[in-house]
């Protein structure tokens, strides 16, 4: 029988609800602080689904495969990635021989959280993507130890519930993210500088172009898929804009519009009960008939062959 999930989003309440619950602390639905190990209830987060919040995850050992925003990373002992509100994020299952190494810290915050917290995450990952194309971080020791301090007293302060926890844990927070955050800008300038000293910056300005048209796409394919609107929006034609996404990702720039509305398309027929002609309606496609014509193009099968295999 097809596993239900109503909604592509998932917030701190989906979290909570798919992890463990001894192994959370948490503050109402706007922040929580996990320890995860691996069991077979962590293959409910197989499939894509788009972050109504923010997430930092922790390597403690093992490692784990992440796709975020259809770009794939692996997550190592000692790592740690940051995810951001509207972020397309998929985790790959764990290989079940290495299972009993799996262990990682997991700290999800909602965006009104991260708001009062005067935090802007996606500031912080687009001043640094871009120069060091990853959002992985391999923490120093010193940071490390830093962030298992931080981590065990906001444990300890929330559990206990006392007078004014939340504003005490908001603190402990805000200081941990400044720390992470001085270790990533830091690797940002290491890397501006090498840059400097003679690496071609306009294969960076590219780049830039790049994660700035992926961006795009993340937040309006459901609503636009012509390369007129995203060239328009980047003050570029759509034939220079198209070169460019191809020689630096190696991929058209429809192919890329394309697996984004794919990925929400296959993920509403598999698991959602969400009529087709709905699907058709949040994708916005004018009729079923192109939905079925263009679903059929890419995968081969139509949408109802597709739900039902």
Partial sequence: MRTIQENFEVN???????????????????????DIQYD???ENFGYPCRLDGNVMLFCISGSIGLSVNLNDYEIKEGELIICTDGDI?????PETSGAESWHFVMLAMSHRFASDLRIDFKRILNEGIIPLNTPVIRLTETVREILGDHLKLIAKIASDKGELYKDSVRSLVSSL??????????EVGNMKAMNRAGK?????HKRLIFEQFQRLVSENYSQQRQMAFYADKLCLSPKYLSKLIKEVS????????????????????KYSNMPIKEIVYRLNFSNQTVFYKYFKAHTGMTPTDYRNS
């Avoid at 994020?89 to 299952?93: F, G, P, T, Y």
């Avoid at 993210?177 to 830091?186: P, T």
């Fill in 200 to 204: 071609d910056s306009r294969s960076n």
């Fill in 89 to 93: 994020v998929k985790v790959s299952r």
């Fill in 40 to 42: 077979k209830r962590q």
């Fill in 250 to 269: 190696g991929k058209p720039a429809p192919e890329w519009i394309d697996s984004y509305v794919m990925l929400e398309a296959k993920h509403l027929l």
């Fill in 177 to 186: 993210v400044s720390v992470l955050g001085s270790q990533w800008f830091a």
């Fill in 12 to 34: 701190i309440r989906t979290i909570k609800e798919k992890l463990p619950k001894s192994s959370q602390i948490d503050i109402d639905e706007d922040f929580c602080l996990m």
